[in-house]
């Protein structure tokens, strides 16, 4: 035989061709490895890569409407509780510092994603794009943003985390916490964050200092940072388990009366929050991101970022605009100010 010939290998689209030589034997390279044209895959590869691209770009467009209605909406809310010295309380005290860490999570993803957009004028629109718009100097930046994106959604996940221990000690047991005190709930929310941001910060700039830290090579780096959320998760949906119980004997006790009191409303309200922010985690939780892939990871990735990025509107609407309390306070304000005007139009 004095001429080569290919033999096709089938993968799963395409083939990936070696050449046999007259020999009888795979003809090699120049590095004395077996010759093999992949031409076939590499086209199968950046066919896949920019259907998953425009994909993400889609997620993207969805999380960052979705965190900019809820900024919006929070800010207006935490101007609201914060104005009206009636709604001063451990209770909406809590409520304010939940409103916050929705409103830092949503500015943080919004700076990381401008700080990648504007870099050179443009848009990011080739994975390629990144590496060659990320400086060492815009990296750092760029790290910095993470960081802080990292904290806050931590910090958001913890302050949930205050609610349900708040209500859990509303309706179940006084114990665990003083309602009276607010340093107890400040250490939960903003300073357990730190102790699993600081480790993963420094093992990402010692073993993964790499671009702008979003890239997880190490997963062992990420789960400093995911086992905490999960914890957390997890602890709230035991305890929405267990005042169930204590809601429905309520509900039932006051299913004949026109005013139940605060704790009630107050339990209503947050039990359609618990849920709505441990679902996806323990749906998922056995999910991980090394094992989701195909449908599976795009479903989780469009559950998880579609329920963070509304989570604050939600958030916003049941524990402000849909308080009665809250209502009342600004009922009572529009006849203040009516008021006001009627008297300074119709001077005596």
């Known amino acids: 035989m004095n001429a080569s010939w290919f033999i096709p290998l089938p993968v799963s689209q395409g083939s990936v061709r070696r050449r046999c030589g007259s020999d009888g034997l795979w003809e090699t390279d120049d590095g004395g490895h077996v010759w093999r044209d992949i031409s076939e895959c590499e086209e199968e590869e950046e066919e896949a890569a920019s259907q998953e691209l425009w994909v993400?770009?889609?997620?993207?467009?969805?999380?960052?409407?979705?965190?900019?209605?809820?900024?919006s909406t929070l800010i207006m809310a935490l101007i609201i509780v914060l104005s009206f010295r009636k709604l001063h309380c451990t209770r909406n005290y809590i409520h304010a510092n939940l409103f916050l860490s929705f409103i830092l999570r949503a500015v943080a993803v919004?700076?990381?994603?401008?700080?990648?957009?504007?870099?050179?004028?443009?848009?990011?629109?080739?994975?390629?794009d990144v590496t060659e718009m990320l400086s060492h100097q815009a990296a750092i930046g760029c790290r910095v943003a993470q960081v802080v994106m990292q904290y806050c959604v931590l910090a958001n996940h913890y302050w949930f985390f205050g609610e349900a221990v708040y209500l859990y000690s509303v309706l179940i047991s006084c114990v665990f916490m003083d309602n009276n005190k607010h340093l107890p709930y400040l250490c939960l929310g903003w300073g357990t964050p730190l102790l699993f941001v600081a480790p993963w910060a420094v093992?990402?700039?010692?073993?993964?200092?790499?671009e702008c830290w979003a890239v997880n090579e190490n997963m062992s780096y990420w789960w400093i940072l995911r086992c905490p959320v999960i914890l957390a998760a997890l602890i709230n949906f035991l305890i929405f388990m267990k005042i169930l119980r204590v809601?429905?004997?309520?509900?039932?006790?006051?299913i004949h009366s026109r005013y139940p009191d605060y704790k009630l409303r107050l339990a209503k309200a947050t039990l359609t929050l618990i849920p709505l922010f441990g679902v996806h985690e323990v749906l998922f939780i056995f999910a991980t991101d090394e094992q989701a892939t195909g449908l599976l990871r795009y479903t989780k990735v469009f559950?998880?970022?579609?329920?963070?990025?509304?989570?604050?509107?939600m958030v916003a609407v049941?524990?402000?605009?849909?308080?009665?309390?809250?209502?009342?306070?600004?009922?009572?304000?529009?006849?203040?100010?009516r008021t006001e005007t009627e008297v300074l139009g119709h001077p005596q």
């Open 318 to 337: 049941l524990y402000c605009y849909a308080n009665k309390e809250v209502q009342t306070e600004l009922r009572r304000k529009l006849r203040s100010w």
């Open 303 to 313: 559950f998880t970022l579609f329920i963070s990025s509304f989570q604050g509107l």
């Open 203 to 210: 093992m990402k700039a010692l073993k993964e200092n790499k």
């Open 247 to 254: 809601i429905l004997s309520k509900l039932r006790a006051n």
């Open 110 to 128: 919004i700076v990381k994603d401008s700080m990648l957009d504007r870099h050179l004028g443009r848009e990011i629109v080739r994975h390629a």
């Open 56 to 71: 993400m770009l889609g997620f993207r467009t969805l999380y960052t409407v979705g965190y900019s209605l809820s900024m």
